[in-house]
């Protein structure tokens, strides 16, 4: 949108703004593919293993995903969880 | 102990080996005492850019299979003192080398040498493991253009990984006046992108092609814009503070006479 109306008033955007941009976004996609499915998998069941010892929660609803937020990386785990086991009365 | 320093870049023909020959030149001219390893098996160059060819006996794969010792596959490069190069083999290829071959011969020449540099070749592969496995800092040309920048990231992460630092960018062919006039990226937005230290930016000069031509790296000559900043790159390794100059500043400028001069 912004382009078009650039173009509008004669001037196209330098090419190097362009470039610029668009390796941005593909080497932000290029590291999130880095961290492989088999990884995040084995991440996956580490982290439920231990939660499981203070929530209960079914192993399908659990997503993990990475997104980027400026310079850096965030994982995101949402483990939706039924019932907390309240771990000081076992003890 | 001397420094183990990998040139790489992930994509090829950016200038690893143009780097590696007159950076090692370089830090020599500084009084260092370097090696240069040509790790480019099956595909080496770095002995014929720095005219050293015609004296090759031995390489890193006689040494690996004990046919020689160290010391003796070392070339001696007579222009100046302490400056030795250690060829790659040509008739072997990069998988008759392990990664702990490599860092044996590295962790020996450092006990000797204040610098030891690494030419990589271009890829991801065994190549590239081969090169790094005994680095302990990196230098990462790239040229200032999508697919090279692109590639220079998949480096970085790989060099992160195997705990490499630090990892330093040189920025190579630059053209002050395709900045200038807002068709190639600068220094800012390449750094932008990958997020680790400049070293120093090598502008584009004819005068590395001639000295490639020649078999005389461009440090040599004093004069050239790109002998120059090869020598602050190699000040800078030795610890110096050098700014690095605006080459777009300057770019900027050349925009603004040419644009009276076409007035005129
Ligand atoms: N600053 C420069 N100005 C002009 N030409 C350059 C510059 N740097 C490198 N070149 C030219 O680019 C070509 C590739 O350089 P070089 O062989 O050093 O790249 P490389 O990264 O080692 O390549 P490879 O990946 O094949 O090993 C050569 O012809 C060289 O002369
Ligand atoms: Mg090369």
């Known amino acids: 949108m912004s382009i078009s109306i650039k173009q509008l008033f004669g001037r196209k955007p330098k090419s190097s703004s362009i470039a610029k941009q668009r390796l941005k976004l593909v080497i932000t996609q290029d590291r999130l593919e880095q961290v492989d499915d088999r990884v995040m998998t084995r991440l996956h069941h580490e982290l439920a293993e231990v939660l499981a010892k203070y929530f209960e929660f079914s192993a399908n609803s659990v997503k993990m995903n990475l997104k980027q937020e400026g310079n850096s990386y965030i994982l995101v785990a949402d483990f939706p969880y039924t019932k907390f086991h309240d771990v000081n009365v076992r003890q | ?264």
């Open chain 2, 1 to 264: 102990m001397g420094r183990v320093i990998v040139v790489t870049s992930g994509k090829g023909g950016v200038g690893k080996t143009t780097s590696t020959a007159n950076l090692g030149t370089a830090l020599a001219l500084l009084d260092k005492t370097v090696v240069v390893v040509d790790a480019d098996v099956g595909l080496r160059n770095l002995d014929i850019v720095m005219g050293l060819e015609s004296r090759i006996v031995y390489t890193s794969m006689d040494v690996i299979e004990k046919q020689c010792e160290l010391n003796k596959a070392l070339v001696r490069d007579r222009r100046v003192d302490g400056l030795m190069l250690l060829a790659a083999s040509q008739k072997n290829n990069k998988d008759d080398i392990q990664p702990e071959q490599m860092k044996a011969i590295c962790d020996k020449l450092r006990t000797t040498h204040d610098f030891v540099l690494i030419d990589s070749p271009a890829g991801i592969e065994r190549g590239f493991r081969n090169a790094s496995a005994g680095a302990d800092e990196a230098i990462i040309v790239t040229t200032p253009d999508v697919s090279a920048i692109r590639d220079a990231d998949r480096i970085i992460g790989l060099l992160q990984n195997a705990r490499i630092e630090p990892i330093n960018l040189v920025l190579n062919r630059f053209s002050a006046e395709l900045v200038g006039n807002g068709s190639m990226m600068d220094q800012d937005d390449v750094l932008d992108i990958l997020n680790i230290d400049l070293i120093g930016v090598v502008p584009e000069d004819s005068g590395v092609i001639t000295s490639t031509n020649r078999g005389i790296p461009l440090v040599y000559e004093d004069g050239s814009p790109g002998a120059q900043a090869y020598m602050r790159i190699a000040r800078r390794l030795t610890g110096q503070r050098i700014p690095i100059p605006d080459f777009a500043q300057k770019g900027l400028l050349n925009n603004i006479m040419n644009w009276f001069k076409k007035k005129k």
